[in-house]
């Protein structure tokens, strides 16, 4: 979607950045690995004994889920500020 929405809007099918940085980063399942990143934590909980940590883990799975999820999102973002120039506008 994002490489066709890139090529419709500038004429420029952004496959490197699309391909190289995002899939390579977080696979083609990235919804479903930023689930398991907080069922994986969940898990945890549920065997812990200390009920301060059966608290903190969820909430540590769900901040690292959220930072996965931001950071798949902002890597167009940064790689537009490394590049340096935005996309050629027509």
């Known amino acids: 979607m994002y490489v ?13 950045l699309q ?3 995002r899939y390579a ?4 399942g990235r919804h479903a ?5 907080f069922g994986a934590f969940l898990g945890i909980a549920i065997q812990i004994r200390r ?3 059966r608290i903190l883990a969820p909430i540590c799975g769900l901040s690292i889920a959220i930072s996965a999820h ?3 999102n902002a890597l167009p973002l940064l790689a537009t500020f490394v590049r340096g120039e ?5």
């Open 4 to 16: 066709a929405q890139n090529y419709a809007q500038y004429s420029v099918a952004p496959y490197g």
């Open 19 to 21: 391909l190289g940085s």
């Open 25 to 28: 980063l977080f696979g083609l």
């Open 33 to 37: 690995l930023f689930t398991a990143m």
């Open 51 to 53: 009920r301060w940590a």
């Open 70 to 72: 931001v950071l798949n």
């Open 86 to 90: 935005p996309p050629p506008q027509h």
